[in-house]
C-alpha cells in the first residue's frame, strides 16, 4: 500500500486482491471521505460500476472486455470481497460518491495485445532479449532479509491489527510504502512493463480531469507501482504524444462470476494470489482469526469422516501461535497454520492437507451476477436453460448421470451436447458406471469462468443456444476436410438434436461418400454412422436416410477391402486392422438399424472375412483377426480354426508373420486369453510354434508376442502358464478339447456337458445372487438336543 496526503488527489496505492490493502483503503476513505473515487480499471466499465451495489452481486466476479469482431480476444479484471478496489467501489456507492475507472480502456489495450501477437508470430532477424518483468513485492522482502515475499507482506500488511492507533493515522502505511515503491522506480525504471507508461498516461489525464471537477478533493486507488508515476507531474501533451497512434478495437464489456481459483490467474490487473480462501477468512474474520480458521478445516475434516475433536482444534492454534513465536512472526500465518494442521489433524499425512488446500486455502467459490447485468444473447438463452433444467453452473467438478428416456434429462443431454459442438466445454461424456445402452449418459461437469468468452465467441453463430449450434454444424459441415469429420459431425448433430442442420450435414455425407474411393476413409467414416443409427429409437429421430448411406459405405467397402490389405507394412497392417474391427463392430449395428439390408451385408461381410483369412498376400495380423472375428460370430468351428492357424504357424512361414497372426487372432479382441485357456489344442499349436522359433529369430518376434500377451488378465497369464508347464494331456484321454489331437480331452475338462452336475448348483448360484430366499433352518426335536457340558 502506498499513499500520500501532500498537494493532489489522495493516492492510495495497493495489492490487488490483499485484505490488508483493502482493510486500510477502507479506513482512508472513511477518514479523508473523498467527493469522487477514481480507481484502476477501463472506463467502458463506468456503466457498469452500479451493478456492484446490487444485492445479487456476489464476489468474486470479473469484468469481462473482448472485441467485438474477435470475441476471443478477451481480457478479465477480477475483483474479491477482499480486493482494495472492490472495496473503494462499494463505499463510493454506498455513498452516493461518484466513482470512475482510468486505467487504459480496453479498446485501446485489446487491440495492442493483437498486435503483439503478431510481432511474436513475425520472424526475428536478430532476436531480442526482453527484460524480465520486476516484481516489486519479491524485491522488498529480499531486502528486508525474507525468502518468501507473501510471508514478508503477510508480516508488514496482513498482521497489522486495525485501529491499533498509528500516530500518522491510517494513511502512514501508505506513505512509507510509497517511499519503497518510489525507490523501486528509481532503480528498475518500468520494470520490464513497457506498457505501464502508456497506462500511466492516460491514467494522469484522467486524474487531471477530475482535478478540474473536484480539486483535490478525490481518492485513487491504483496498484502500488503506479503511484511514483502518477505522483509526476509531465505535461498533457507529454502524456497525449505517448497515446498517439495508439490501435483500437471496439470492446463490450460486462459482469461475469469469477471463482477462487482463478483469482490465481494472470489476466486484467496482471496480478494472482496463490490463497485466496486464506486471504478472504483473514479479511471477514471480525476477530481470532486463527482459531476461527481452525474451526474450519475442523469442520471440513469431520465432513469427510476424519476424527476431529475441538482439543485438535485447539491443540492446532496453540502450535501455529508457538511456531509463529519461534519463527519471530507477529502473528500465526498460513505456513505456521498449515504446518499445525499437517502434524495435528491430518496425522502428519498430506493427503487429508491437500483437500484443506483445495477447499479452503484456494476455496471453490464461484461467484453471481445479477439477471439485469448486460450478456451477449446466448449468454442469456443458456442462463435461461441453465435454470430451466435445474442445471447449475458450479467451480467444483461433479458427475451426472442421465437417463434419456425422462424429458428433463434428454433436454440437458441435448443442452450439453449443442454446448460441445459450439465449443463451449462445460461438459464432457465420461464411461457411465451403469448401462451400456443408448438410454443413459454420464457427464463430467465443471463451469470455468473462461467459459464466458467462449459463449461470447459462439455468439457470432446464433442469438440462442439452438440457432447457434445449427449454423456452426452446417459450417462445419462444409468445410469438413474428410469424410469421416462429417459422419462424426452427423453422429453429433443427432446427439444435439439439430434436425435443421441434418440436411446440409447429409448433403455433405452423400457428395464426400461418393467422391472418395479410400478405403481407410470409408472405414473410418462408418462406426460413427453406425452408431448414430442407434440414436433414432431413443431420440426419436428419423434416419432412414442416415441408413441408406451407411448401407451404401458398408457395400463400398466390402468390395475394395481385400485389395486395400494387401502390400502393407507393420504400422499399416496394424491401422487396418483396427479399422476391420471397426467395420465388423458397425455392420453388426447397421444389420439391426437398416433390416432391409440386414442379411445382405452380414453374408457379404462374412465372405470378406473368409477371402481375407485365406489370402497369403494379407498381413498376418489381418488374417489372424479376420479367423477370430468369424470364430467369435460361430461362422468358423473349432476344427477350422485350428486348420487356420496351423497353416499359419507352419515351418514355412517367416516367424515374424506368424507372430502378426497369432496378435491377430487371440491379442486386441476381447476373451483372447481364454481362448487360449479353453481350447488346449489351439494353445498347443502355439507353443509347439514358439518352441520351434529359430534363436537368431526369436529376439524379431519376441516384442510383437510379448504386446499380444501382456494384455492379457493377471490371471489368465498365470492359468496360461500353469497348462503350459503341466503339458499334454495323458494319452487315452477323449475328448475335443485336447492338445494331443481330436478325441483326447485336458484333464479337467469333459467331452459333453455333464448336465446333472451342472443343475446340482443352480440352487446355490440362485441363493448367493439373491434370487431365492434361503429356507429357514428346521428346528430340531426337543429330544435331540444335547445338554450342556455333555459332549455327544
Known amino acids: 500500500m502506498t499513499g ?29 471521505n473523498p467527493r469522487a473515487v477514481l480507481v484502476e480499471g477501463p472506463p467502458e466499465g463506468d456503466a457498469l460500476l452500479p451493478f456492484a451495489a446490487d444485492e445479487e452481486m456476489r464476489p468474486p466476479v470479473a469484468l469481462l472486455a473482448h472485441a467485438v469482431d474477435d470475441p476471443g480476444r478477451a481480457a478479465f479484471w477480477p475483483f474479491a470481497e477482499f480486493s482494495p478496489e472492490w472495496v473503494a467501489i462499494r463505499w463510493a456507492l454506498a455513498r452516493d460518491v461518484p466513482v470512475r475507472f482510468i486505467d487504459l480502456p480496453a479498446a485501446h489495450s485489446l487491440a495492442m495485445e493483437t498486435e503483439a501477437d503478431r510481432d511474436d508470430d513475425a520472424p526475428e532477424e536478430e532476436p531480442a532479449e526482453r527484460p ?31 485501529g491499533s492507533g498509528e500516530a500518522a493515522g491510517p494513511l502512514a502505511a501508505f506513505a512509507a510504502l510509497g517511499e519503497a515503491m518510489t525507490a523501486l522506480r528509481e532503480a528498475y ?4 512493463h513497457p506498457r505501464d ?173 445479477p439477471d439485469t447485468a448486460p450478456a451477449v444473447p446466448l449468454q442469456r438463452d443458456l442462463t435461461r436453460q441453465q435454470r430451466t433444467l435445474r442445471l447449475k453452473p458450479e467451480a467444483d467438478e461433479r458427475e451426472i448421470e442421465l437417463d434419456l428416456r425422462k424429458d428433463t434429462d434428454a433436454s440437458r443431454s441435448r443442452l450439453l451436447h449443442r454446448l460441445r459442438l459450439l465449443g463451449i466445454g462445460w461438459g464432457e461424456p465420461t464411461a457411465g458406471r451403469g448401462s451400456t445402452g443408448t438410454f443413459r449418459e454420464s457427464w463430467r461437469l465443471r463451469w470455468e469462468p473462461e467459459l464466458y468468452v467462449r459463449v461470447a465467441e459462439a455468439g457470432v453463430w446464433g442469438t440462442t443456444v439452438l440457432s447457434a449450434a445449427t449454423a ?13 469429420d462429417v459422419t462424426a459431425l452427423a453422429e453429433r448433430c443427432l446427439l444435439a438434436d439439430l434436425p435443421d442442420a441434418l440436411p446440409v450435414v447429409m448433403r455433405a455425407l452423400a457428395d464426400r461418400a461418393a467422391l472418395d474411393a479410400d478405403v481407410g476413409h470409408l472405414a473410418d467414416a462408418l462406426p460413427a454412422l453406425a452408431r448414430t443409427l442407434r440414436y433414432g429409437d431413443v431420440r426419436a429421430t428419423d434416419t432412414t436416410a442416415l441408413g441408406e448411406v451407411a448401407a451404401g459405405l458398408a457395400k463400398r467397402i466390402c468390395v475394395g477391402l481385400p485389395p486395400a490389405c494387401t502390400g502393407l507394412d507393420a504400422d499399416g497392417a496394424e491401422a487396418l486392422r483396427r479399422q476391420v474391427d471397426g467395420v465388423h463392430t458397425a455392420i453388426g449395428l447397421l444389420a439391426g438399424a437398416v433390416p432391409s439390408s440386414a442379411d445382405g451385408l452380414r453374408t457379404r461381410w462374412r ?97 510383437l508376442l510379448r504386446r499380444t500377451f501382456s494384455a492379457y488378465e493377471p490371471g489368465v497369464r498365470r492359468t496360461l502358464g500353469d497348462l503350459v508347464r503341466r503339458g499334454p494331456a495323458p494319452a487315452g484321454a477323449t475328448g475335443a478339447g485336447s492338445p494331443s489331437g481330436a478325441g483326447a480331452t485336458a484333464p479337467g475338462f469333459g467331452p459333453v456337458l455333464d448336465a446333472a452336475r451342472a443343475d446340482a448348483v443352480v440352487p446355490v448360484l440362485r441363493l448367493l445372487l439373491g434370487l431365492d430366499e434361503a429356507p429357514a433352518p428346521a428346528a430340531p426335536a426337543h429330544h435331540d438336543h444335547t445338554p450342556l457340558g455333555e459332549t455327544a
Open 189 to 192: 525504471g518500468d520494470g520490464g
Open 197 to 369: 507508461a502508456v497506462r500511466e498516461a492516460y491514467m494522469r489525464i484522467q486524474i487531471r480531469t477530475a482535478a478540474k471537477e473536484f480539486g483535490d478533493e478525490f481518492a485513487v486507488i491504483c496498484g502500488a507501482w503506479h503511484v511514483p508515476a502518477l505522483r509526476t507531474r509531465p505535461t498533457l501533451t507529454a502524456d497525449r504524444a505517448l497515446l498517439k497512434g495508439l490501435p483500437k478495437a471496439k470492446a463490450e464489456l460486462t459482469w461475469v462470476p469469477w471463482t477462487h481459483r482463478r483469482l490465481a490467474r494472470h489476466s486484467g490487473y496482471g496480478a494472482g494470489i496463490e490463497s485466496p480462501g486464506w486471504y478472504e477468512h483473514l479479511f471477514a474474520a471480525p476477530d481470532r482469526p486463527i482459531e476461527r480458521w481452525m474451526t474450519k478445516v475442523a469442520g471440513l475434516l469431520r465432513d469427510e469422516d476424519r476424527f476431529v475433536s475441538s482439543a485438535h482444534a485447539i491443540e492446532a492454534v496453540r502450535l501455529a501461535e508457538t511456531l509463529a513465536a519461534m519463527r519471530g512472526r507477529p502473528l500465526a500465518g498460513l505456513s505456521e497454520t498449515t504446518d499445525a494442521i499437517r502434524a495435528v489433524m491430518c496425522e502428519g499425512s498430506d493427503v487429508p492437507l491437500a483437500l484443506v488446500h483445495d477447499r479452503l486455502v484456494v476455496g471453490t467459490t464461484l461467484g453471481e451476477v
Open 4 to 32: 500520500t496526503r501532500a498537494a493532489g488527489p489522495l493516492l492510495l496505492g495497493v495489492r490487488h486482491h490483499g485484505p490488508g490493502s483493502a482493510r486500510a483503503v477502507r479506513a482512508a476513505l472513511d477518514t479523508a
Open 132 to 162: 524480465v518483468p520486476v516484481d516489486p513485492i519479491r524485491v522488498l522482502a529480499e531486502t528486508a532479509g525474507y525468502d518468501d515475499p507473501e510471508r514478508w507482506w503477510e508480516d508488514v500488511v496482513e498482521h497489522r491489527v486495525p
Open 607 to 703: 465372405a470378406v472375412l473368409r477371402k481375407l483369412t485365406v489370402r497369403d498376400t494379407v498381413a498376418g495380423v489381418i488374417r489372424g483377426r479376420a479367423a477370430r472375428l468369424l470364430l467369435d460370430d460361430g461362422h468358423l468351428d473349432q476344427d477350422a480354426a485350428a486348420r487356420l492357424m496351423g497353416l499359419a504357424l507352419s515351418p514355412g512361414t517367416p516367424p515374424a508373420d506368424a507372430a502378426a497372426w497369432i496378435e491377430g487372432f487371440v491379442g486386441g479382441a476381447a476373451g483372447g486369453g481364454m481362448l487360449l485357456v479353453h481350447d488346449e489344442r489351439l494353445l498347443a499349436l502355439v507353443d509347439s510354434w514358439l518352441t520351434g522359433v529359430p534363436a537368431d529369430t526369436f529376439t524379431d518376434v519376441l516384442p
Open 472 to 484: 456452426r454444424a452446417e459450417s462445419d459441415a462444409l468445410a469438413a476436410p474428410a469424410l469421416a
